[in-house]
């Protein structure tokens, strides 16, 4: 099972992310329908942002991955910029022009935790999406956020809180608030 003309990799991650046009969307839509191989290569994609899509859809601004998703689009050769931000913290990111995506390591004692959960929160803290059940690697204490970039690249500077919480039997427990102040990038010359 081959194919003569296959999606590249960083078409397939632009379209599981929804980042590709919709004209475009269309034509990769037409070409996967009548190809198994591609077909194949989405869903290996698929499983390893272990079903995360529908988050996307619903939110439309990030996802939350997998550290192999992660890694299969840095051997595809995207251009990622990273930050790590520990439970409290705050710091200052922006996205360029030629980046294909900001990840942010989220770091939180994670040990035990069966579920988790992440609340992006409106200025004033009150709540206004929340992923349920996200990927995360209870054992480097990371999640893995990966904002819209097409949606980031439009966005004037602001302020953006997430919060994490663990959901067990015994309820729900906050473990760490974090945030982003972003501001779009000064390209050179300009
Ligand atoms: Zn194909």
Redesign the pocket.
Known sequence: MT?E???GFETLVAYWLGEVPEKREAMLEE?LLS?A??TGRLEGLAALASGVRAAVKDGKVSMVVSEPFVEAMKQAGLCLREYRLEPGGSLNCTIRAEDDAVISRIRAPLAGVKRLDVVRMRGGGEPEVRFADVPFDAETGEVLMIPSAAWLKTMPAFTMRMRLIAVGEAGEKQIGDYTFNHSPSREPGS
Do not use: D, L, R, T
């Open positions: 194919c003309n296959p999606i070409h190809c191989y591609c």
